[in-house]
């Protein structure tokens, strides 16, 4: 993180640099016109010094501008924006030296190309506005970025959990109960666990968990199946072994206040995952089931009760050692909810490995693709727990054609009640883009039984005729079409 003084510094140094660069000043002709040595200007303007206000006063001079110019978080209009954003809460808060940014290479780029970075970054301001994207969104896609950027894989936390396992001497054996676990937090870190509190509050009866540090209290909804507390107190156990102190107290978020705290949330949940779900058996699962010649999905449904973990945690797990153990890289997440009528369904979480896949959050209130394998699940696990309310759980398979595209995914999808809502359902699905190298490692994707559908990705952007899952005007085709009419009749009239 960087802190306010050091922001002061930069914006300082910025405007030194775009001062002296736009009068075509060398170092030495600054220093000439200055009296201030070489060395103590080129740290004014990487952001190391902020000097005294005589020296201000001299720089002010040598540039032919006022001191309140030099000392101000207000510049032209030409600054403004580049100001703007590094005094905002995102450039304080977001770890640039995680994606390998150097705030002071950042400056530079800054002040090399002013007016092009500056029409880049008003209008990116802009697009927040106008599309009211909040910091929470922009953290989350940072957050998916940063998964994508290191392919979903941490080997120091993986690392991490076996330091733990071998420290604490947990068992071989999977799964771990959830009186292991609270004994864990128990024995190791004096934590206890309240089951009763959440659900009696009326406003927090759909709160999963919450963490009273000074009490030393993780408290757990007593509404939650297992799988569900064993990830809690898994991830609590992440928490405090790996010494986060920038958390989240809550399970989701209600703010979040800087990406440490987002990133550090999502490493705990790792931790969480990779506890419950070990590295090297889920390897030696996947390979059974990808090696027979048909799609077996009572053997996918075994590994749920096997780690006795949620349908997120393990498609969440495949997606950390797909890409290290076996090189597929090409694959997406995507978690969806359907309304308790099925007509609105809403992408609520997804990540992309390798490249930005075909299915894809739309914050436009467009229609998803009702071919989707993804909605078509949900829609069968209500129509089925409608005839029997015993059923809790479906999984799916699907091999998704893009409409005029040759993108193809064999998707793996998995539905169950929504925790929050009972009436609604959720979806959990993993895509894996269909090339030479997957069909060599999935032999069951020749089994002639495996359904094939021609999909997109929303209703309003799809040209495929007579679809018998339309719900919505194909309009955004529709308005391109008739651009491209108005542009030939004006072509043909200027002739």
Same mark, same amino acid.
């Given at each position: 993180?960087?802190?306010?003084?050091?922001?002061?510094?930069?914006?300082?140094?910025?405007?030194?640099?775009?001062?002296?660069?736009?009068?075509?000043?060398?170092?030495?002709?600054?220093?000439?016109?200055?009296?201030?040595?070489?060395?103590?200007?080129?740290?004014?303007?990487?952001?190391?010094?902020?000097?005294?206000?005589?020296?201000?006063?001299?720089?002010?001079?040598?540039?032919?501008?006022?001191?309140?110019?030099?000392? *101000?978080?207000? $510049?032209? %209009?030409?600054?403004?924006?580049? !100001?703007?954003?590094?005094?905002? +809460?995102?450039? #304080?808060? =977001?770890?640039?030296?995680?994606?390998?940014?150097?705030?002071?290479?950042?400056?530079?780029?800054?002040?090399?190309?002013?007016?092009?970075?500056?029409?880049?970054?008003?209008?990116?301001?802009?697009?927040?506005?106008?599309?009211?994207?909040?910091?929470?969104?922009?953290?989350?896609?940072?957050?998916?970025?940063?998964?994508?950027?290191?392919?979903?894989?941490?080997?120091?936390?993986?690392?991490?959990?076996?330091?733990?396992?071998?420290?604490?001497?947990?068992?071989?054996?999977?799964?771990?109960?959830?009186?292991?676990?609270?004994?864990?937090?128990?024995?190791?870190?004096?934590?206890?666990?309240?089951?009763?509190?959440?659900?009696?509050?009326?406003?927090?009866?759909?709160?999963? *968990?919450?963490? $009273?540090? %000074?009490?030393?209290?993780?408290? !757990?909804?007593?509404?939650?199946? +297992?799988?569900? #507390?064993? =990830?809690?107190?898994?991830?609590?156990?992440?928490?405090?072994?790996?010494?986060?102190?920038?958390?989240?107290?809550?399970?989701?978020?209600?703010?979040?206040?800087?990406?440490?705290?987002?990133?550090?949330?999502?490493?705990?949940?790792?931790?969480?995952?990779?506890?419950?779900?070990?590295?090297?058996?889920?390897?030696?699962?996947?390979?059974?089931?990808?090696?027979?010649?048909?799609?077996?999905?009572?053997?996918?449904?075994?590994?749920?009760?096997?780690?006795?973990?949620?349908?997120?945690?393990?498609?969440?797990?495949?997606?950390?050692?797909?890409?290290?153990?076996?090189?597929?890289?090409?694959?997406?997440?995507?978690?969806?909810?359907?309304?308790?009528?099925?007509?609105?369904?809403?992408?609520?979480?997804?990540?992309?490995?390798?490249?930005?896949?075909?299915?894809?959050?739309?914050?436009?209130?467009?229609?998803?693709?009702?071919?989707?394998?993804?909605?078509?699940?949900?829609?069968?696990?209500?129509?089925?727990?409608?005839?029997?309310?015993?059923?809790?759980?479906?999984?799916?398979?699907?091999?998704?054609?893009?409409?005029?595209?040759?993108?193809?995914?064999?998707?793996?999808?998995?539905?169950?009640?929504?925790?929050?809502?009972?009436?609604?359902?959720?979806?959990?699905?993993?895509?894996?883009?269909?090339?030479?190298?997957?069909?060599?490692?999935?032999?069951?994707?020749?089994?002639?039984?495996?359904?094939?559908?021609?999909?997109?990705?929303?209703?309003?952007?799809?040209?495929?005729?007579?679809?018998?899952?339309?719900?919505?005007?194909?309009?955004?085709?529709?308005?391109?079409?008739?651009?491209?009419?108005?542009?030939?009749?004006?072509?043909?009239?200027?002739?």
């Amino acid at each position: 993180m960087i802190d306010d003084n050091q922001i002061i510094k930069m914006i300082f140094g910025f405007k030194v640099r775009y001062l002296r660069q736009q009068q075509s000043l060398s170092y030495q002709q600054l220093q000439d016109k200055t009296g201030l040595s070489l060395s103590y200007l080129s740290d004014i303007e990487k952001g190391k010094k902020y000097p005294k206000p005589n020296k201000i006063t001299v720089l002010a001079e040598a540039f032919g501008v006022d001191y309140d110019f030099m000392v *101000s978080t207000h $510049a032209s %209009k030409k600054l403004q924006p580049v !100001i703007d954003l590094l005094s905002s +809460d995102f450039f #304080k808060l =977001f770890p640039l030296d995680e994606f390998g940014i150097s705030p002071k290479k950042l400056v530079e780029l800054f002040t090399n190309t002013p007016d092009k970075v500056n029409a880049f970054i008003g209008t990116i301001f802009q697009i927040r506005r106008n599309y009211q994207i909040t910091q929470d969104e922009f953290y989350e896609v940072a957050l998916r970025a940063y998964q994508d950027m290191h392919n979903n894989y941490f080997e120091d936390l993986e690392k991490a959990v076996d330091s733990f396992r071998t420290e604490y001497g947990t068992p071989d054996t999977l799964p771990y109960t959830k009186d292991y676990l609270e004994a864990k937090l128990l024995d190791i870190y004096d934590i206890k666990v309240d089951r009763t509190t959440l659900p009696s509050k009326e406003n927090l009866k759909n709160i999963r *968990s919450l963490y $009273a540090p %000074k009490r030393k209290v993780l408290m !757990i909804n007593e509404g939650l199946d +297992d799988s569900q #507390k064993n =990830f809690l107190l898994a991830r609590e156990l992440g928490f405090q072994y790996m010494g986060y102190k920038t958390r989240p107290l809550e399970t989701r978020m209600v703010q979040t206040s800087s990406f440490e705290k987002i990133l550090n949330n999502f490493f705990a949940s790792y931790f969480a995952v990779s506890l419950l779900v070990k590295e090297e058996e889920l390897v030696q699962d996947i390979r059974t089931i990808v090696q027979k010649n048909t799609w077996r999905p009572e053997l996918f449904l075994a590994l749920i009760e096997k780690y006795d973990v949620t349908q997120e945690t393990l498609l969440k797990r495949l997606l950390n050692v797909l890409p290290h153990h076996f090189g597929i890289e090409q694959l997406f997440f995507q978690r969806m909810t359907g309304s308790q009528d099925l007509k609105q369904f809403v992408m609520t979480q997804e990540l992309h490995l390798g490249q930005l896949h075909n299915p894809y959050g739309n914050l436009l209130n467009e229609h998803y693709c009702h071919r989707w394998v993804a909605i078509k699940i949900l829609k069968k696990l209500r129509m089925n727990m409608a005839l029997d309310p015993s059923i809790k759980q479906l999984v799916n398979v699907q091999i998704s054609k893009y409409w005029e595209s040759e993108n193809e995914y064999f998707c793996i999808s998995l539905a169950k009640p929504d925790f929050h809502n009972p009436k609604e359902s959720v979806s959990v699905t993993v895509g894996f883009r269909l090339n030479t190298k997957l069909r060599s490692i999935f032999n069951f994707l020749n089994d002639p039984d495996l359904k094939h559908r021609t999909v997109n990705t929303t209703c309003e952007r799809c040209s495929m005729p007579n679809c018998d899952s339309r719900v919505a005007a194909p309009v955004v085709i529709e308005e391109e079409r008739r651009k491209i009419t108005v542009k030939q009749e004006l072509k043909a009239l200027s002739k």
